[in-house]
């Protein structure tokens, strides 16, 4: 086995290259996430090759594989459970895994021994990294903010972590974590920004494409995907390009074509205008440069953060990520219930933020759709439950106030019509429709359409 390289990105390089690759050119942005292709594919060669794969195994890292969940305006919608791992429920438990993994043989290559794993979340990272840790014999160290969920924390604290909730951001533990994994033995692990943790991730994009091959899917297949930093989506896109590009040179012509769509909700769509930013060569270093007016909502706690170099480079690429859509908050809490009510267990708002994605992409395809849905995540505070809640109660009502006006205008309009002349046979709109009104009950009846009076 070749000698590996493990240099994590510190916090400071972070902020400086988000900010130097904000300003790159258009032309620049797929050679940057041609970059992360590579560097990502040489690393999955590696994983493949050793024996980390059964490591995870051991480390209770489950395989779900998707299966039928609904239809959703007539779109069949499969849904890959990542909240079923034996140990934890995070889905981010690829990526921690190996991270851990690689930092372990880098270590023991040197010969040192590594004990302490130091890392920045806001609950499912830490989670994740805290059940890696105990199971691999390492001290996880966990900086958070002071708004970290209390669920969270403790399912963080449950799996032995010590974990400091006193930052004023995660910014700011991020920081603390990166200094405190420069001390011996110790080594930081970022949330999303690293190679070895969107390899880990990666893992899921290589299973999503031996799944659809087994479940001989064809045709269109969309993959909407919730994004914060974007560790999770450009693993499964990084993983997915890696196995196609491996079938393709055994002579597999795949029978589906999958797009990848990122989701985020409204008022929190960081990593979409991130990608504004890039594109248009505007440089970025903060949420206030994202959100100048200050009008964001930090409420959808999972993915609420700013993109890193690595990340923002595949989300920016059209040919990965097609775009990253918004949905509002109603929709966000409309699909936590209908998955809590499927699931018999409460659903947080990153974690149904994928199948709001679904919801609101089948409104716009007209052509038949196979939907991948990933449920990222199931540990939500009661509080923030019912405060999606009453945001889903609050869109039933404005769409059912919607629906009543459009009804009385149509009523009203036909209304009018009738009180006027039907000598001859017209066409209306109403409703932005066109309604053609028959000139007399035989022609209503033999033409479907709607009859005078």
Known sequence: MRTLEYEPLTSESYTEEAYEYGQATTAEFGQDAEAVYSQVASRLDEFYAT????????????????????????????????????????????????????????????????????LASAGNHGEAAAAVGRFLGLHVEVEAAKTASSVKVGLMAGHGADVNATHDSLATALDTAEVKGRQPNHTFVPPYNDYDVITGQAVLGVQLYEDLVKQSVSGKVVVPAAVGGGGHLSGLVCGYRYAAERAAESGFQQPFDVSFVGVQMEGGDLARRAVEHKRSGLPYASVDDLFPDGDFDASNDGTFAVPGHLTLSVLSDESAVSRIVVVDKGAVGASMYAQSRQLGKRVEPA???????????????????????????????????????VARRNRQAAMVAARSAEVLQVRSQLTAFRAGSLATSECISVADRGVTVASSPTAAYRQGLVMPR
């Open 351 to 389: 974690g149904a933020l994928s199948r709001a994605g679904a919801e609101l992409l089948a409104g716009q395809n007209a052509e038949q759709v196979t939907f991948v849905t990933y449920l990222t995540g199931s540990n939500v505070s009661s509080e923030l439950y019912e405060d999606f809640m």
């Open 51 to 118: 024996d980390r794969y059964d490591r995870l195994t051991e480390l209770g890292v489950e395989r779900t594989n998707p299966h039928f969940m609904e239809y959703i305006n007539g779109h069949k919608v499969l849904r890959v459970d990542q909240t079923q791992h034996t140990y934890n429920s995070s889905y981010k438990i690829h990526g921690a895994a190996n991270a851990a993994l690689v930092a372990q043989e880098v270590a023991q290559q040197r010969g040192e021994r590594l004990t302490t794993l130091n």
